[in-house]
């Protein structure tokens, strides 16, 4: 049986921790003054701070990405995955195709759509230093498309569903509060309900604001650019932080709507205006290219998944690493608190092994089509000179998809199409974000106020406009590293904290019981039956004289 204090949720009317959103939003409307004030010493520090973490850390985002993905399977894999999430009878609360719809928008469907031309025709132009492989031939192709899937498959699934997990274990199983210091008690005890569990509680802000803040910068830097080519709109930064504004007006009504109403239905759509978009692309496209690319790059992607995720500064180059895989383990990291708690909140009543293997395996293997399509339609586009994408990507990585639908028939309506798809992919999961920070700093309440709910989307919205004033991309970039790397700290806690939780569950550890052999448990049942009811026979001796 589960072992549950209460019922998750009960605490919906739970105050709000007047310490942790005083000292969270102070420090985000610090950093908004910095950047409005004083924007040349924001960018200098931004600059530096992240020459040091990459030059020091490095090392430490590549090894704890790894093992996220190797802790993963170990647990799918392990007599854990029986454990349901919930009492041993609950069924999962939403349908399969609502839970992956939900889990997909908000993981990462932005930089989906914001990288999947622009990365790998960079790498094509550039490959990655590791491959020793030449520009703009069929070898960097490959490149390209085996380092994208890297960066988008087991990798970020994994970090989403370590805290993920730890989350949904903690608030369904164990009855605890929907707040990641909670499921901290069995390494911090009661501590985790002090000054330490604050401390979680600010880091996962934080990284969640700014995480959240980089997604609505690309967003707009995207949107911006698809205005400017449909309708003739210059892509000024006027323009992006009159984008900014809207998007987060569009995400704060969302969110105030509700789980069950704004962020299902926008994540469903999300998913369907994307299948479209892709078919699109697939058939009119070079549809024989695209089928040849899907085997080989996954292919590519397999048999060099080791000597990828073993990269160190040591024998590749800091800067590209800094630029692509480091900023990609600390973007996926800076997500995981919201994303963690956003799939941990709708992921009630399923198995751990369906759980991970639905995490992982689902969202990856629907990356990897994607990529091969959009990714494959737009190198064979660049190789055979229908359109120089290298160029439309050094003008701006976010003109990049325009460019290749420019390529192909009705561009004009597919361009629409792609700027409502980035603007739906950042409400969803923007609106996430402002539901999981109104439930961190209101004791874990599985339904924050509204108003809170409105003041976190506000502040998303400055940060992500301060950073792009500060420096653009590169800012968004640097910002997202550096409050990623305390926060490894705490999700490798929580990996211990979530297997100590897990080994003494019930499911994991039945009680013993009493077991007998099959002859003793046979004679013992027979003298019972003789003794209650002897069979005809035995009555007949019974009954004879002398």
Same mark, same amino acid.
């Given at each position: ?399 990049? #998809?325009? $460019?290749? %639908?420019? +390529? *192909?028939?009705? !561009? ?7 700027? @409502? =798809? &980035?603007? /739906? ?43 792009? #004033?500060? $420096?653009? %991309?590169? +800012? *968004?970039?640097? !910002? ?7 926060? @490894? =700290? &705490?999700? /490798? ?54």
């Amino acid at each position: 049986m589960s072992e549950q204090v209460e019922e998750p949720g009960a605490g919906a009317n739970r105050p709000v921790d007047r310490v942790v959103l005083a000292l969270s939003a102070g420090g985000v409307l610090a950093v908004v003054l910095w950047g409005v004030l004083a924007r040349g010493s924001l960018a200098v520090a931004g600059r530096e701070g992240l020459a040091w973490v990459i030059s020091t850390f490095g090392w430490f985002f590549v090894v704890a990405a790894d093992a996220f993905v190797v802790l993963s399977l170990v647990i799918a894999a392990s007599r854990f995955g029986r454990i349901r999430l919930g009492a041993d009878d609950d069924e999962p609360e939403f349908s399969t195709l609502a839970w992956v719809s939900m889990m997909f928008s908000t993981g990462m469907g932005i930089g989906l759509v914001f990288y999947a031309v622009a990365e790998p025709i960079e790498h094509f132009a550039v490959p990655p230093p590791a491959t020793g492989v030449a520009p703009n031939t069929g070898a960097a192709g490959a490149a390209a498309m085996q380092y994208t899937l890297f960066h988008w498959t087991l990798h970020p699934w994994s970090i989403y569903a370590v805290v993920a997990l730890a989350l949904a274990y903690s608030t369904f199983r164990k009855g605890r509060e929907n707040r990641l210091s909670a499921a901290f008690r069995p390494v911090l005890g009661a501590r985790a309900d002090g000054v330490l569990g604050r401390v979680v509680d600010l880091l996962a802000v934080f990284a969640t604001v700014f995480g959240s803040a980089t997604s609505l910068g690309l967003g707009a830097l995207q949107v911006a650019a698809g205005l400017g080519l449909v309708t003739r709109v210059p892509d000024t930064v006027a323009v992006e932080l009159v984008v900014i504004a809207a998007l987060t007006l569009a995400f704060v009504v969302s969110a105030v709507s509700g789980l069950h109403r704004g962020i299902k239905w926008l994540s469903t759509t999300n998913v369907v205006l994307a299948v479209v978009l892709m078919i699109f692309v697939f058939v009119v496209g070079p549809t024989v290219y695209t089928l040849e690319v899907l085997p080989a790059s996954v292919g590519d992607y397999l048999t060099n998944l080791v000597f990828m995720s073993t990269r160190t500064g040591a024998f590749s180059d800091p800067a590209w690493l800094g630029s692509w895989t480091i900023f990609y383990w600390a973007w996926w990291i800076s997500w995981a608190p919201f994303v963690g708690i956003f799939i941990a909140r709708i992921s009630r009543g399923r198995t751990v092994r369906q759980f991970v293997t639905g995490v992982l395996l689902v969202p990856s293997g629907a990356s990897v089509v994607w990529f091969a399509i959009m990714g494959g339609s737009a190198l064979r586009t660049q190789a055979t000179g229908t359109r120089d994408l290298v160029a439309d990507v050094r003008a701006g990585t976010e003109r990049a #998809l325009f $460019g290749l %639908l420019e +390529a *192909l028939p009705l !561009a004009g309506l597919t361009s629409v199409l792609a700027m @409502v =798809l &980035v603007a /739906l992919f950042f409400v969803t999961g923007a609106d996430s974000a402002a539901l999981v920070l109104g439930s961190l700093t209101s004791r874990g309440t599985l339904r924050p106020r509204r108003w809170l709910v409105v003041v976190w989307g506000v502040l998303i919205g400055a940060v992500a406009a301060v950073l792009l #004033l500060a $420096g653009g %991309l590169d +800012a *968004l970039q640097q !910002a997202t590293i550096l409050v990623a790397l305390p926060f @490894v =700290l &705490v999700m /490798l806690v929580l990996a211990a904290a979530l297997l100590r939780d897990m080994a003494r569950d019930p499911a994991v550890n039945p009680p013993p019981r009493m077991r007998r052999s099959g002859l003793a448990a046979a004679v013992r049942a027979a003298r019972s039956y003789e003794e209650e009811d002897p069979p005809p026979v035995t009555r007949w001796f019974h009954r004879r004289p002398g």
